[in-house]
């Protein structure tokens, strides 16, 4: 069980990445930090190729290697078939569509620092979802001595104690995060250390680690 803890870390890693926007023009921060967070969660990449962050193909690339990267903590090292993995991958997507977000408008601080407000409403998913899939593993009686089979039936256990919470998500107040955008080496770059603390303000990843 060691690694479902760990299962569907935030895309920051993905966010940090996204600094394809140069510093030359006009710049809008605000719509710049939406362009990311639109594409990293929602796959929406219009606000990405319209403030020139990127292309559309690499609004696409960045959006699957974050899925990817998510769907590798769940799957390393265990073998699961590709039909399960594919309906996971689809769960997790679903996941990330549904997160809520504002992003309010940007201070310029200086000449290499603009402050933008994000307005988030955590989403309670992580504590429901890990209380069912515990549950479930409880209740299991099936076949533990095939490995392949044990490992499907987990995974699947998991994908649908996500499923379950996702119909009935609930999500808390809004509370406001400060994402600095800076510019490091002549480009326009999300602060990483604000990244993560808006990862936590829109998940209840407190609860992904919670043991039965």
Partial sequence: MRKMKKVMVLLAAVLVAAMLGGCGGSFDASQYVKALLDNSYKGDSEAFVKEKVGTKEEAEKL?????????????DQTQVSEELEAEFRTVLQDVYKNVKYTVGDAEKKDSKTYEVEV??????????TMESFYAAAEAYDGDTEDDAALNEAVVTMLKDSFKETLANVTYGDAESVTVRVELVNNVWTPNE???????????????ASMTP
């Fill in 63 to 75: 959006y699957i290697e974050g899925i990817d990267t998510e769907m590798a903590s769940i799957t």
């Fill in 119 to 128: 307005k988030c409403e955590k989403m309670n998913i992580f504590g429901p």
């Fill in 193 to 207: 250390a604000d990244i993560l603390t808006l990862q936590e303000s829109l998940f209840d990843t407190e609860a």
